[in-house]
């Protein structure tokens, strides 16, 4: 089983609350990822890392905004929730060649009312 | 057109059946092909993994690819309850420095009933 963290599970909270969704994982990972999932929609990618002190926008554009200080630690920070934020929140790792299998946490459930 | 369809079901079985789901895709730089399962409420886990067309079986579970059709199919035999989860095909797309990205279908949703 994978070791990766999200916290908190589930979140709800209202508009214009800043929150940061924590996502952690014990495998000296330098790959990590973000990834929202909406019922019955793809996993869209929106933020990942290719290591310390790196940073990319995916493919879907998006109002959060992450860091990576620590190999191990990799959050997302929506400054100003809003209802449209409402969405499933996957995190996940990779593992490197040959295959860089990628290895997803629990996720967290974001309500926004 | 989408880079991938995936038919999201939902698909109910009862045990011991046969499932097929499929995915098409579109792009032909794809050259790998996965399968992750994602239970309630979890994170997907990948199931299988295939770079070359023809078919790779792993237990009860066996992944097809037609790159020539652009289709791919993951087949359950003797399906179980606990094989009830949502099924997404993946496809990796290399992004440099070694990174692959990953384009997913939407999922099916399997049911196996008892």
């Known amino acids: 089983e994978a070791d990766i963290y999200q916290t908190p599970r589930y979140l709800v909270i209202g508009t214009g609350k800043k929150i940061t969704l924590e996502c952690s994982q014990t495998?000296?990972?330098?790959?990590m990822y973000w990834y929202q999932q909406d019922p019955g929609m793809e996993l869209h990618l929106i933020h990942y890392s290719y290591g310390v002190n790196s940073t990319e926008k995916g493919d879907l554009s998006s109002e959060s905004t992450v860091s990576r200080i620590r190999t191990e630690h990799f959050p997302l920070t929506l400054e100003s929730a809003r209802p449209s934020h409402t969405s499933q929140y996957l995190c996940a790792s990779s593992s490197g060649p040959p295959t860089d299998t990628q290895y997803f946490g629990p996720g967290t459930r974001l309500t926004v009312l | 057109q989408k880079e991938v369809e995936q038919d999201p079901g939902p698909l109910s079985v009862p045990e011991g059946a046969i499932v097929s789901l499929n995915c098409t895709y579109s792009n032909s730089a794809f050259q790998y092909f996965m399968w992750y399962r994602q239970y309630s409420r979890k994170g997907p886990e990948l199931l299988m993994y295939t770079y070359s067309s023809g078919n790779k079986e792993d237990g009860r579970f066996t992944a097809q690819v037609d790159k020539s059709s652009k289709y791919i199919s993951l087949f359950i035999r003797d399906s179980q309850p606990s094989d009830s989860a949502t099924y997404l095909c993946?496809?990796?797309?290399?992004?440099?420095?070694?990174?692959?990205?990953?384009?997913f279908g939407k999922g099916t949703k399997l049911s196996v009933i008892p």
């Open positions: 495998m000296g990972h330098d790959k």
């Open positions: 993946a496809f990796p797309s290399y992004s440099g420095a070694g990174s692959y990205q990953l384009t």
